[in-house]
């Protein structure tokens, strides 16, 4: 399944039976940028602050004092149901005067969210790798004339009196095309190490 983070932040509000409900969302690279979010775009005036973020294999979420388990795990279904990573969301509730139960809650957190996912404009995450190549200099040429045909980014290059080292990153979906173009262009000269990154 292709993951997708969001192309700009997005808000979505509901009402349920007389209480208030705002989700904000944005894109967050970090769980650092996933909490500078919240102190930002929470407000201290509302009843509640629920929260949950998704950044790769990273997650947490908060119900902010409402029952355990009724807003911030529905709000991080919401983002994880959708295919959605590296994504913050804050769902803020002025409350009405009438409870709504734990159902309703969930409902509420959980819907707002999703609704709010479902109208935001995406974007395509691409997974990239990063490589370990050692080459020799009279193959420089062909190296860095492949580099460029697949949109790798030199990282860190390093010399000895063998040649160079080299840790370059690209989208994991060309790995295997740039290491075939490699070993064809140098006779297999080149040496990858995938496990030194």
């Known amino acids: 399944m292709s993951l997708h983070t969001l192309a ?47 950044i790769g294999q990273d997650y947490r979420s908060s119900d902010d004092g409402e029952p355990s388990g009724t807003a911030g795990r529905p709000i991080l279904a919401a983002i994880d149901g959708q295919g959605f990573d590296q994504v913050m969301v804050v769902v803020t509730r002025w409350y009405g005067g009438i409870n709504l139960g734990a159902g309703g809650l969930v409902r509420a957190y959980g819907g707002c969210a999703a609704e709010c996912l479902r109208l935001a404009p995406r974007r395509l995450l691409i997974a990239m790798q990063e490589l370990l ?19 790798a980014g030199k990282l860190e290059e390093t010399f000895d009196t063998e040649g160079a080292s080299l840790r370059i990153q690209l989208p994991a979906g060309r790995v295997h095309a740039l290491k075939v173009r490699l070993r064809d262009a140098t006779r297999d000269r080149v040496r990858f190490d995938d496990s030194a990154v």
């Open 8 to 54: 700009a932040p997005a808000s979505h509000g509901i009402e349920v039976r007389h209480s208030r409900f705002i989700a904000h969302a944005a894109s967050v690279p970090s769980p650092d940028n996933a909490l500078a979010y919240l102190s930002h775009i929470g407000d201290a005036d509302a009843t509640h602050n629920c929260w949950a973020y998704r």
């Open 133 to 151: 190549l050692r080459y020799a200099f009279g193959d420089s040429g062909d190296v860095h004339a492949a580099l460029s045909a697949f949109s």
